[in-house]
């Protein structure tokens, strides 16, 4: 049983470019919420998708949007990076949104904005 | 706004020995859940351990168990016989299933390591 895969593992890009980072959820689940790490700390909430559309938002700013297909993968994209985006951003799945934090989390993509 | 806190940056344990990580939050929801996860060098996050705040029982794992003080705000983590694959980075998390329903307020970790 496959579990959350993400691509790419790692990416460097430059200040002012965009990203697209891919996530495929685990076998059975219909929910994809999306995590940024920077280093040393703890996870933010960036927004999670369900049946399509966005579900949930944290704070961040429009620059980081989202979608998610019909087979229930998603992509999240960053346009106009800046040197404080560079960080670890997971992805993680679920059946339903849920609020118990039944969660399974793929390795993440690991971002360095030159 | 709900708050998790982790005031323990590093913890150090001998193999085979007990070790008890801290965790306080902050909310005024009546109904949430608390979660201890654990991310190795592989950076996965793995979940250890839930407890639903409506449950006076402390919840247990096999060598993982939490001590909930609901009225302290207060969700530690034991780790009993810590062995060495133990090692990594801790998070503490909660969800509401009010104003933060959806998402996961995590504290900023604790790196435990294991001595052989």
């Known amino acids: 049983d496959a579990g959350v895969t993400q691509s790419p593992t790692h990416l460097i890009k430059t200040r002012g470019q965009q990203v697209t980072l891919r996530c495929s959820p685990k076998s059975g689940h219909d929910t994809v919420s999306w995590y940024q790490q920077a280093l040393g700390q703890g996870p933010q909430f960036i927004f999670q998708?369900?049946?399509?559309?966005?579900?949930q938002r944290g704070n961040f700013p429009d620059r980081f949007s989202g979608h998610q297909f019909p087979n229930y993968s998603s992509e999240l994209n960053v346009n106009a990076l800046l040197l404080g985006d560079s960080a670890l951003y997971l992805c993680a799945s679920s059946i339903l949104p849920t609020v118990t934090g039944e969660l399974f989390f793929g390795e993440g993509s690991r971002l360095t904005v030159l | 706004a709900q708050t998790v806190t982790q005031s323990q940056p590093e913890m150090s344990v001998q193999e085979a020995e007990t070790v008890t990580l801290s965790c306080t939050y902050d909310?005024?929801?009546?109904?949430?859940?608390l979660f201890w996860y654990k991310q190795p060098p592989s950076r996965q996050m793995i979940l250890v351990i839930r407890q639903e705040a409506y449950k006076q029982q402390n919840a247990t794992e096999n060598r993982f168990s939490v001590n909930f003080q609901k009225a302290a705000k207060s969700f530690s983590l034991k780790i009993s016989d810590s062995q060495l694959g133990d090692a990594a980075m801790y998070f503490c998390a909660y969800t509401g299933t009010v104003d933060s329903n959806y998402q996961l307020i995590w504290g900023a970790g604790t790196k435990l390591i294991i001595k052989p």
């Open positions: 998708y369900y049946e399509e559309e966005e579900r």
């Open positions: 909310t005024s929801e009546s109904d949430y859940y």
